[in-house]
């Protein structure tokens, strides 16, 4: 698998990362070699086998059944205090006291 | 007062019996660090007046005669990962270097209120990866046992505060080997807990399926008190399992014979170290003689764990590090005009290198067209890794395992080679991602005198058989 610059362009632009020209020619390099060795995986014949997302859908030891594993990660809807405004605020780069401040979003 | 010998056990029962008082001790270890560790750097943030106050707490509890908390002043220190209301926590990286959180860690929250005092927190891997700790934006962490190689990563700040004697305990996280490569790099006792075992509310996500809170200590009953503390249930995270929580100290000294030990031949191959393998070898015999029945197992999948993880692990990664973006915590880029242009830079300058090489691949991995091909994949084969283990464990109580293939390398020696590096996980990553729980345990060390580690690893939540086996490797080597 060989990645270009122009790859590593289009998936900087989804991560929202900008890029340095140096950077972008390391990481097309970088990530081939990486790519290369995950190809390893196509050994394999995955065809029947499940994906597995999470290991606590697979807890058998726990002795529970699904309906009983989903109740217990659930509390009850009882309503807490949240962050205060003031600790919510107080690492914000920037802020005007009430809300968090961003450059300009819509331009013309 | 000689500070450096010091473990859990014995601190509890030095302040309890008054030999001490919480506040002196507190301030033997500040002295110690301050004189000692700038030549390590595991360090990152101290919390000295926060911890006086706390000591002080304690010290007037034992003056009333007050029944005092299980772990009552004894000093640890946490892995700059998890937060700490009102105490700097950076994750290594510098788009938070001056983010002070607004709540507590559940784990560390439990470790507080079992009386421990919180000394300062621990260099690590940039938001928890790496293998050496190199990726620190903070200067790497050098290890304590030679000071020209690495500790060991992510947690190398953990490892190396309990190897140097500059905590009696530490908190590290692992998300492929993150607690027991050091562990097993600075000759100390790492613990990873099965997933849900232990809380990660508080725990800055680095790959949430993966991600896991553990101990590091100097000995395996330190790891049994302190996985006591923090073990259980919390409404807050709802991966933590309501499983039941047994006495792990209990375990220790409980003899071992009669345990079925499996040995993976794919763990002693190709890549092994020599002098590894002896000493690990020698434990396993040593185990033989202590009543284990060893069996020769496989767990065929094996080679395909370390690209299995960096698909899943750098998938959630690209998910996880989004919340990065300037707005409402962390470092934002002054050369910015416009909104995005805003994110884009502030990601740019605050991140370094491996992070951004990481989201890259998530992202790459997760990006349409590549779903299938590789994080699907990837997600199938991790199936089968679980699969190897459900076999296994029809057969043994426990797998024991090399930790690491080397002991701890240079500075630098792989810093040019992603791949290289991430083959420093290889004996380590499997049980993250099947998510069934490993210590690592000295059991030997090099002719140039660098400590090499064991792995034991167990059943889902069957840390009780790990501790149980680890510590009778410990007590062997003790006798």
Known sequence: MSITEQDVTYVADLANLELTAEERSRLAKDLSSILEYISLLNELNTDDVPPMAQVSASFDSAGQSAAERSAAVQREDTPVPCLPHEAALQNAPVSNGDFFKVPKVIER | ?479
């Open chain 2, 1 to 479: 007062m000689d500070i450096n010998s010091l473990t859990v056990e014995s601190t509890r029962t030095a302040i309890r019996e008054k030999q001490f008082t919480s506040i002196h001790l507190v301030e033997e270890f500040y002295k110690k660090i301050k004189a000692e560790d700038p030549a390590i750097n595991a360090y990152l943030t101290l919390c000295e007046q926060r911890a006086l106050e706390k000591a002080g707490r304690i010290d007037e509890l034992a003056g009333n005669g007050d029944p005092l908390p299980p772990l009552a002043g004894v000093p640890m220190a946490i892995k700059d990962v998890m937060v700490i209301r009102g105490v700097r926590t950076t994750a290594g990286s510098k788009i938070l270097e001056n983010f002070v959180p607004p709540y507590d860690c559940t784990a560390v929250a439990r470790m507080e209120r079992a009386g421990a005092i919180v000394l300062g927190k621990t260099n690590c891997d940039e938001f928890a990866m790496g293998s050496s700790n190199e990726n620190s934006a903070y200067g790497p962490v050098r290890n304590p046992r030679d000071r020209s190689r690495v500790p060991g990563g992510s947690s190398g700040g953990s490892a190396a505060v309990v190897a140097a004697g500059t905590a009696v305990a530490a908190l590290g996280s692992d998300t492929g080997g993150s607690i027991r490569q050091p562990a097993s790099f600075c000759g100390v006792v790492g613990l990873m807990p099965t997933y849900g075992r232990v809380s990660r509310y508080g725990l800055i996500a680095f790959a949430s399926s993966l991600d896991h809170i553990g101990p590091l200590t100097s000995t395996v009953k330190d790891a049994a008190i302190v996985l006591q503390e923090i073990a259980g249930r919390d409404p807050q995270d709802s991966t933590s399992a309501d499983v039941h929580v047994p006495r792990y100290e209990g375990e220790i000294g409980k003899p071992v014979k009669g345990l079925k030990l499996g040995v993976p031949k794919e763990y002693f191959g190709e890549g092994l170290d020599q002098e590894v393998r002896s000493a690990v070898e020698a434990s396993i015999q040593q185990l033989a003689q202590d009543g284990c029945e060893i069996v020769p197992i496989s767990l065929p999948h094996t080679s395909y764990a370390i690209p299995t993880y960096y698909v899943i692990a750098t998938a959630e990664t690209s998910a996880n590090l989004a919340r990065f973006d300037g707005v409402r915590y962390g470092y934002r880029s002054r050369q910015a005009r416009t909104l995005s242009e805003m994110y884009r830079k502030t990601r740019d300058e605050g991140f370094g290198a491996e992070v951004k090489r990481r989201i890259m691949l998530g992202t790459y991995a997760l990006s349409s067209g590549y779903y299938d091909a590789y994080y699907l994949k990837a997600q199938k084969v991790r199936t089968l890794l679980t699969r190897d283990f459900e076999q296994a464990f029809r057969q043994v109580d426990a797998i024991v395992t090399p930790t690491t293939p080397t002991a701890a390398f240079r500075l630098g020696e792989k810093t040019d080679d992603p791949l290289s590096m991430y083959l420093a996980d290889i004996y380590t990553v499997v049980a993250d991602l099947v998510g069934v729980p490993g210590i690592s345990v000295p059991c030997g060390q090099t002719k140039s005198g660098l400590p090499i580690g064991l792995q034991i690893l167990g059943k889902h939540f069957d840390e009780s058989t790990v501790l149980r086996l680890g510590h009778a490797v410990e007590h062997a080597r003790a006798v």
